[in-house]
């Protein structure tokens, strides 16, 4: 079983500073193996399960709508990376712990072994203390993974050992703790739906509205084309947040979002986003995409849903003919096109864009889907798009030397790539917007706007507040 001590040691004879082992046979070893076993299971609540395991590091992906999930539970491995070159440390990292891996697939999973799941922070120089935890990049190798698609379900359990290790009486180790979640788990945890009394930190709109006002002035004097203005709202609670409550809101209220959440030490980042940054291959939302396969999200461009039917139809045509928020989305569309046709042989872009509808806010939304001239992992697909100018701004660098200027706090993961990669290198990644860092009795909320010429500082600052909204009656029970 694994235990708490962490050591950086070598990866297949290669000193490997961003590979972090935490199973006690294996440190100060001179090598390392992973052996990772796959076997189907009942059907298990993901939800149970993360409830289950309070007190492990920890992470939850459900994709309500598509009847996919995946609960990863401690940590067999952990890839890290900073700078510039974070993306290709850990994918660097990832191919070297697999290059001597001993894997047992099982036919079906749609998620080949070993799953790496994690994140990566929106700026690669940020850090801050609130953030302690989620480093610049961070991919969790997981002691056990459970993985739901439909009816059916599989269980991934991961060991890494010395050479001179046992690894099958690790992962019989493993296998036995697995046997007594699942067993618990024939209990599931009822998930109460109710208000949690808390006080939000009284905020002054004033400067953040400054701002956009500033950025529309160097948006027209065209240091710009569209910067991406982040407000972050801090929230005192009277007791600790029921994870489970809050995600259980997020799964029943937003089926079309991708929920997530990520829980290390006395912190958890969580969210229901609606936004892809793009996936490679896996099949399993689909069960049918090819290794070659992409899809993305071009999400740009809010306004409110109505009261009535009418309303909410005459809003989605106001916000389909809007110049400014037409303007703002084709300058998303015109990036990853940019970004992704010359990696594709075959790209289908819409040629206008449809509406995303949620319960709190609708998109101007334009998937893309395309086939890879040759294979390509997901992380370098990831660090070729991010950050889009939905999350960031254009042109990316001048919008991010902009973001560092003007935004008061450091975003962390918020609008960073979080998602997972597969024993194949294909995966999926969300852009984690709709999204909150709780730590304690302490929860920092966050909300993004993008700012072009015609933006105006009151129109934005309501935007935001209806973006606030989910995360708010996810901890609060209430929106406000």
Known sequence: MSGNSVTSVEAGGLKDPSLEITSRSAINADGVTLTSTTTRIDTIDPLSVFQRTSGEERVLWVEPAAGFSMVAIGAAARLTGRGPERFAQVESARRRLLSTAVVKQVEGCPAPAPVFMGGFSFDPAGESPEWEGFPSALLVLPRLLFIQQGESSWLTVNALTSPDGDAQHSLHALESEARGLLRENEDPVRH???????????????????????????????????????????????????????????????????????????????????????????????????????????????????????????????????????????????????????????????????????????????????????????????????????????????????????????????????????????????????????????????????????SDPEREYSESCLKLRPMLWALNGNAT
């Open 192 to 454: 109460e739906v109710s208000e949690s009394r808390t006080r939000s930190e009284s905020t002054d709109d004033s400067p953040w509205k400054a701002t956009v006002t500033e950025a529309v002035n160097h948006v027209r004097k065209g240091a710009v084309d569209k910067l991406v203005l982040a407000r972050r709202v801090q929230m005192r609670l009277q007791q600790p947040v029921d994870l489970a409550e809050a995600l259980h809101r997020l799964m029943e209220g937003y089926p079309h979002c991708t929920v997530f959440a990520f829980a290390r030490g006395d912190a958890c980042f969580l969210g229901a986003t609606p936004e892809r940054l793009v996936r490679v291959g896996c099949p399993a939302t689909d069960g049918r995409d090819a290794p070659s396969t992409i899809r993305a999200d071009c999400l740009a461009g809010s306004a409110r849903r109505g009261v009535t039917e009418e309303e909410d139809r005459r809003l989605g045509e106001a916000l389909r003919a809007d110049p400014k928020e037409r303007h703002e989305h084709a300058v998303v569309v015109q990036a990853l096109r940019d970004g992704l046709e010359p990696l594709c042989s075959r790209l289908k872009i819409p040629g206008a864009p449809g509406l995303l509808r949620l319960p709190n806010v609708q998109h101007l939304h334009t998937p893309i889907e395309g086939a890879l001239r040759t294979e390509r992992g997901v992380l370098e697909l990831v660090d070729r798009l991010h950050p889009t100018p939905a999350a960031g701004g254009l042109p990316r660098d001048a919008a991010l030397t902009l973001i560092r200027q003007w935004e008061p706090f450091d975003r962390g993961w918020y609008a960073g790539p979080v998602g997972w990669v597969d024993g194949r290198g294909d995966g999926d990644f969300a852009v984690a917007i709709r999204s909150a860092l709780v730590r304690r009795r302490e929860a920092f909320l966050y909300a993004g706007c993008g700012i072009v010429a015609g």
